[in-house]
């Protein structure tokens, strides 16, 4: 049985009353070496409780004390809450308690009486209180499991608290949107080092005992969510982001002593990162950063405030999960500088630290890394939907932590972006940032400010693409004929999408004629018609060009406005007989939906043409043709694999083909 531990408050009183304490001898933030992304569904879906509910008081400061001495995976403790009465005649607080121990607690310093259910602890105060006043109350408590709230390993220790978790490690008010500060005291073996949020404000050494007390203190408002605690035997070191006034902010690192080498060089670009990111949101809004490996882990990562945890395996030496630290370090802004409302707005969160990512890649590796994000998260979007056949809002998501909160998010964030230029979208995100700096925010907040800074009515934008769900299916169909010196080129474009709305977007389209041309056109019914007229002869006409919109599209025969019944068109490689060959193989194609202008060449594998085998006008039908081997002048190539390609103006078709002789 696990022996019962000493009281945390008798433990530090006699630390403190011991000749052999010393105070450690650093410099914080010193210059000497001292997501989650994707969480599986381990917890209760968040409670009900809203942004607008009833909270008779409103927290102010917790001060955790933590004994880690205890053998085994359990520990003992206090909470210190200091609360500002909200309701007059105040007679108890309710806090959320899980799975932990109450022995006693305590308003001011006078005891009192207290009483448990499975979910929370109610303390008694010691009269009506008026709103107003500012009370303390202290709950001394042991911790009765491993593994939810807090994990004990053998050589690390941890917590994790997202979404509703830290009530499982210590006493509070478990809800995002009651924001205090805080501090840890945490007493542990010698030969740990203790990570927390905020700054490092004392180490105690006890040569005697052989342990030392860490105190980390924060100043900025957090969400209990955020707060966390991470010890074990760790390389520690600093390095720093300059701002742009000169002054310095610390970023401490914890890693294994084993991947200390690997982790330099995997960290060595967050500074860039957090220059980036304090451009395009606003300075960084903490006196400090850091990020502390744990292993084992079930996430990715998890964004505690000013000290980030990361699964141990995120540490490759390749830089390969950069992109999660920058997803990680977006949430510095979006997640705890402004926190959400509360859970159905969970997108604000994580959507905000998915572009993040990507905006970090387009400034610091270029546009084509950046394009390369987007289409990856709208890839892995429509995969999630595909597979899990979960199509919901990112507003008040069922599934909180699904694939569609965070790239879905970013990517709404991203068409946000096109439609309002770049200077108005960033001049937005930075408003809405300072206007709920150190609080919380809803998505009704985030429209708003974005509204106030653009001087547009969004509420179509947000109604399709955070309330409803899905994306527009486009299904387009074109045709051109002279018209005097002019070209008319009639465009004919119908959404096709089920189980989801028809969709308002603006929609740019290019035509190749001579030249590219861009032509803007409001879409918003189920069947629209556009006329546009070009000076030379289109050869192309292609519908959102450069990606701003979650979409499919499909180029089509015609648009029939009676049944909706449309038919595709292609143009592809159906087979290849014989494969390899010796003497002749014949090429069969097909044509689909209209008559097109079509080349079938043979190219080797450097990508030099062979021989060009057809080049015309085919009508929609299957087709056969024959190839002996040899190239346009009619010698006979060398042995080895060859390319076949059809190409037409929709698409292309390549298959492989040997020739042995």
């Not at 400061?61 to 520990?75: I, K």
């Not at 709920?436 to 509204?451: D, K, V, W």
């Not at 090429?587 to 939906?593: E, N, V």
Request: aromatic fraction near 14%.
């Amino acid at each position: 049985m696990k022996p019962k531990p000493t009281s945390c408050l008798i433990i530090i009183i006699l630390l403190y009353s011991s000749l052999a304490l010393s105070r450690e001898s650093f410099t914080w933030p010193g210059s000497q070496p001292f997501e989650k992304s994707f969480k599986p569904d381990l917890f209760s879906h968040p409670s009900e409780a809203l942004f607008d509910s009833a909270h008779a008081f409103d927290a102010l400061h917790y001060r955790l004390d933590l004994n880690f001495l205890s053998p085994g995976a359990y520990f003992s403790g206090s909470m210190i809450l200091r609360f500002r009465v909200v309701d007059d005649g105040l007679t108890q607080i309710r806090l959320n308690m899980i799975a932990l121990a109450a022995d006693s607690a305590f308003i001011g310093t006078a005891q009192t009486s207290f009483s448990r259910d499975d979910t929370s602890i109610v303390v008694n105060l010691d009269a009506p209180h008026g709103a107003g006043e500012t009370l303390s109350v202290r709950i001394a408590y042991r911790d009765t499991l491993n593994g939810r709230g807090y994990f004990y390993y053998p050589w690390n220790s941890y917590t994790m608290s997202e979404p509703q978790d830290a009530r499982w490690w210590f006493p509070c008010y478990d809800e995002p949107w009651d924001k205090a500060t805080s501090e840890i005291y945490a007493i542990v073996q010698e030969n740990s080092k203790v990570g927390s949020n905020g700054y490092l404000a004392d180490v105690i050494h006890d040569s005697v005992n052989h342990t030392r007390t860490y105190h980390w203190v924060n100043e900025y408002p957090i969400a209990t969510y955020l707060i966390s605690l991470v010890f074990g035997d760790y390389a520690t070191w600093n390095d720093y982001y300059i701002r742009p006034n000169g002054d310095s902010v610390p970023i401490f690192y914890m890693v294994t002593h084993l991947d200390s080498a690997n982790a330099a060089y995997d960290f060595a670009t967050i500074p860039q990162m957090m220059a980036i990111y304090s451009e395009l949101f606003g300075p960084y809004p903490f006196n400090k950063y850091g990020q502390v490996s744990v292993g084992p882990f079930n996430y990715g990562a998890m964004e505690n405030q000013t000290m980030t945890t990361i699964n141990q395996s995120w540490i490759s030496g390749d830089r390969v999960n950069e992109g999660g630290y920058a997803h990680e370090l977006g949430h510095m802004w979006w997640g705890d500088y402004v926190t959400l409302a509360d859970w159905r707005n969970i997108w604000l969160n994580e959507g905000f630290a998915s572009y993040s990512f990507a905006v970090f890649d387009e400034a610091f590796h270029g546009h084509a890394a950046f394009i390369d994000a987007i289409n990856g998260q709208e890839a892995g979007y429509k995969e999630y939907e595909r597979n899990s056949g979960n199509r919901e809002p990112i507003y008040a998501p069922t599934d909180l932590f699904g694939l569609h909160v965070y790239n879905k998010g970013s990517l709404v964030l991203h068409m946000l972006r096109g439609l309002l230029g770049d200077s108005i979208f960033f001049s937005g995100m930075r408003q809405y940032a300072a206007a709920h700096a150190y609080g919380n925010a809803s998505t009704q907040e985030f429209q708003a400010s974005m509204e106030n800074t653009s001087g547009q009515d969004l509420d179509w934008f947000f109604n399709e693409w955070v309330y409803d769900r899905g994306y527009p299916v486009y299904n387009y169909a074109w045709s051109y004929q002279a018209s005097g010196d002019s070209f008319l080129v009639h465009l004919d474009i119908a959404q096709v999408q089920s189980d989801a709305p028809i969709f308002r977007m603006p929609l740019t389209i290019r035509i190749a004629a001579g030249g590219n041309q861009d032509f803007h056109l409001q879409n918003s019914l189920a069947i629209q018609s556009y006329d546009f007229f070009t000076s030379n002869p289109p050869e192309t006409l292609i519908l959102d060009p450069d990606h701003w919109v979650i979409r499919q599209i499909h180029q089509v025969a015609a648009i029939d406005n009676s049944d909706g019944n449309v038919l595709p068109i292609k143009a592809e490689i159906d087979n290849i007989y014989p494969n390899p060959f010796n003497d002749a193989t014949s090429i069969s194609f097909s044509i689909d939906g209209r008559a097109q202008q079509v080349e079938l060449t043979i190219y080797d594998l450097l990508g030099r043409q062979v021989r060009l085998l057809e080049s015309g006008r085919f009508e929609p039908n299957n087709y056969l043709i024959s190839w002996d081997g040899r190239d346009q002048f009619g010698h006979e190539m060398a042995s080895g694999i060859y390319l076949v390609r059809l190409m037409a103006p929709v698409q292309s078709s390549t298959k492989k083909i040997t020739y042995i002789r």
